[in-house]
């Protein structure tokens, strides 16, 4: 079994920044790839990053390109979203989520097997 737990989210006013934490157990985190996935109010679960099991490869939706940085420690099996300039579009239920293979930057959401529970960012105009 594998538990995934972000931390991290808040109220934010436009042009802030935050860092989303996902502390994963259960399983080789090391080994999977990580992404980041959000859903705003009345919309459909969208990506926003991931990165494979070493670090090296890394891949962002356009809307947060040039933003948001994806990372992680697999000393400490944790995976962080570092969310810069955010806007009020920003604003969802950020999601972390655990793919069983770890070579490849995985989009689709059908591609990851294991889900956090979500963490609210709220950005004010």
């Known amino acids: 079994q594998v538990q995934l737990i972000e931390s991290g989210g808040g109220l934010v006013q436009a042009g802030d920044s935050l860092r989303l934490s996902c502390a994963a157990s259960g399983r080789t985190f090391s080994s999977s790839t990580m992404g980041w996935f959000r859903q705003a109010p009345g919309k459909e679960r969208e990506f926003v990053a991931a990165?494979?099991?070493?670090?090296?490869?890394?891949t962002y939706a356009d809307s947060v390109k040039g933003r948001f940085t994806i990372s992680r420690a697999n000393a400490k099996s944790t995976v962080y979203l570092q969310m810069n300039s955010l806007k009020p579009e920003d604003t969802a239920v950020y999601y972390c989520?655990?793919?069983?293979?770890?070579?490849?930057?995985?989009?689709?959401?059908?591609?990851?097997?294991?889900w956090g529970q979500g963490t609210q960012v709220t950005v004010s105009s």
């Open positions: 990165i494979i099991w070493s670090g090296s490869l890394r």
């Open positions: 989520a655990a793919a069983d293979r770890g070579d490849a930057l995985e989009s689709q959401s059908t591609k990851y097997n294991y």
